[in-house]
T-cell receptor
Framework: DQQVKQNSPSLSVQEGRISILNCDYT??????FLWYKKYPAEGPTFLIS?????DKNEDGRFTVFLNKSAKHLSLHIVPSQPGDSAVYFC???????????FGTGTRLKVLA | NAGVTQTPKFQVLKTGQSMTLQCAQD?????MYWYRQDPGMGLRLIYY???????DKGEVPNGYNVSRLNKREFSLRLESAAPSQTSVYFC????????????FGPGTRLTVT
C-alpha cells in the first residue's frame, strides 16, 4: 500500500517556464512533508519542507503548497533551469515515528 | 566536512555471502537511517537509529541487521545475501526528530548474483 504517491513518473518543461510536481498521500496522520532532489549516482539532497500547520512555504525559486483536505502537495519551480533536471522525491512523516515515507519520484527534464 | 560517507561504492556478492555496508557522518547528528532504492519503488526505510544506542525496524528490515557503533557510525549487515537484495543503499543522518531534513550519503550499489 503506497502511502505517498507521485503519479507522474516524468515531466518535461521548457527553460524559464514553471515546473509543477505533484504528490498525494493517504495517511491523514502525516504532519511534515519534504521534497528532495536527486542527480544520477548521487544521494538525494534536501530541497524544501512544509509543516501541516502551513499551506505554503517558499525558498527562492521553490515553493511547496499543501492542501490537507485533498491530501495533496505540490512543488513549484519558477523559473525552471536546465540544472533543475533531476529526479524529485516527496516524503512524509508522522511526528514521533522517526519514519519518512518516500514517493516513487518524478524525473524532471528542463529543456534549454 | 565530508557530510555522510559510505563504503564501499560498489559491491558484487554471490548468493549466500555476507557483507557489511559502512556509514559515517561528521555533522554530530543524533539520528541515522538506512534506505534502499529500487526502480519504481522510491526509497524504502530498512532500519533507523533515533539516537546512539537505539535501533528500530523500518518498512523492509527482513534480511538485514544494523549496528549503531557510536554517534558517528551506523553499519548495515547482510548475513546471507539474496538476489532480491540487489539495490542501491543509502545512508542518511539528521538531527533528532522528524522535522529535520535528512542528509544522504552517495550510495552503495550492490549486486547479488
Amino acid at each position: 500500500d503506497q502511502q505517498v504517491k507521485q503519479n507522474s513518473p516524468s515531466l518535461s518543461v521548457q527553460e524559464g517556464r514553471i515546473s509543477i510536481l505533484n504528490c498525494d498521500y493517504t495517511n491523514s496522520m502525516f504532519d511534515y512533508f519534504l521534497w528532495y532532489k536527486k542527480y544520477p549516482a548521487e544521494g538525494p539532497t534536501f530541497l524544501i519542507s512544509i509543516s501541516s500547520i502551513k499551506d505554503k512555504n517558499e525558498d527562492g525559486r521553490f515553493t511547496v503548497f499543501l492542501n490537507k483536505s485533498a491530501k495533496h502537495l505540490s512543488l513549484h519551480i519558477v523559473p525552471s533551469q536546465p540544472g533543475d533536471s533531476a529526479v524529485y522525491f516527496c516524503a512524509a512523516s508522522v511526528s514521533g515515528t522517526y519514519k519518512y515515507i518516500f514517493g516513487t519520484g518524478t524525473r524532471l527534464k528542463v529543456l534549454a | 566536512n565530508a557530510g555522510v560517507t559510505q563504503t564501499p561504492k560498489f559491491q558484487v556478492l554471490k548468493t549466500g555471502q555476507s557483507m557489511t555496508l559502512q556509514c559515517a557522518q561528521d555533522m554530530n547528528h543524533n539520528s541515522m537511517y538506512w534506505y534502499r532504492q529500487d526502480p519504481g519503488m522510491g526509497l524504502r526505510l530498512i532500519y533507523y537509529s533515533a539516537s546512539e544506542g537505539t535501533t528500530d525496524k523500518g518498512e523492509v528490515p527482513n534480511g538485514y541487521n544494523v549496528s549503531r557503533l557510536n554517534k558517528r557510525e551506523f553499519s548495515l549487515r547482510l548475513e546471507s545475501a539474496a538476489p532480491s537484495q540487489t539495490s542501491v543503499y543509502f545512508c542518511a543522518s539528521s538531527e533528532m526528530g522528524e522535522t529535520y531534513e535528512q542528509y544522504f550519503g552517495p550510495g552503495t550499489r550492490l549486486t547479488v548474483t
